[in-house]
Each structure stands twice: as C-alpha cells, then as structure tokens.
C-alpha cells in the first residue's frame, strides 16, 4: 500500500501498518476489515479472552481494546488533518491506556458492539472527505501525517494485531 503515500505523509515507523492495508481506497479497506474483526472475534474462545501468552504481555481482551483505542485516536488526527488543523498533537501512551481499559472484563459481545460503532464512525468519517482532504498532512506525535495515511494505518494496525492474536494466542 505504501506505493500510493509519498514519504512526506507519514513516519516510517508506520510502514509496517501500511504495508498490511490490504485495499488501495481507505474507505473500502475499513469496510472489509470490519467483517473480518467481527469474524474474528466470533472466532475466538470464551476462555481465551483473559490469556496472555507471557508475564507481562497484553491479554486477548487488551489486545483488542488496543485496536478499538487506537482507531479512536487515529480517526481523531485524520479529522483534524483533512480540517487543515495545524496545532501538533501529542502522541498516546499505549502502555498506560491498555491497563486502564478494563478490557478483561468484557465480553467479545461488547467488544464488538464497540468496535462496530467506532468503526462506521470512521467509515463515515474517510467517506466525506475529498481528494484534498484526505492529502493534508498534519503533525502527531513529532513526526507529519496526512489523513489518508492515518486511514491505512488503520487499516494495517487491526491487521497487525489481529495476526499477533492468532499466531501467540490462540
């Protein structure tokens, strides 16, 4: 995916995350992975919820919290870019949010329920803006990002963690 981005759009960093965005229009791709993360949850055991494969390491629950939480924020940054908004961001503190998410005690009904009203607000978010909007670059976390790199990233982070869920957990 990253053909389409010029380096300018976002931090290399986020390379591994674009790379894994499997549609070249954002607003297609959130469309797919959302059926693909309702599968996968479905998918997974009920006892499997609260594993972690190592002291230390997010449980399932967390895991997918994280995917929820960080749509939420990078939804946010794409708002404020394609808006020409100026003002930096400041990063997020994944280890801080995940243990104050109090993930573990919910059902994957809920994270479900959750993910689904998160993900069609960014789906209704990328669809309403243009071409112009989606290449405004903005800054996050000290480094530039345009809207449409945020929506990729999206895209390759649920991916991502959804792979690391099924490769060490399950």
Known sequence: MQSILTPE???PYYGVYIDK???SNVVDGLKLDKH???EFVNSIP???LTYSYGEGKWTVAEVLQHIIDTERVFAYRALRFARKDKSPLMGFDQDEYVPNSNANNYTKKEFIEDFEAVRNSSITLFKGFTEDMLTQI???SGSPMSARAAG???SGHQKHHLDVIENRYL
């Open 9 to 11: 759009e976002y931090n």
């Open 152 to 154: 990729y990233i999206l």
């Open 21 to 23: 965005a499997e549609s």
């Open 36 to 38: 693909k993360f309702i």
């Open 138 to 140: 903005g800054e996050a």
């Open 46 to 48: 009920d006892e499997k």
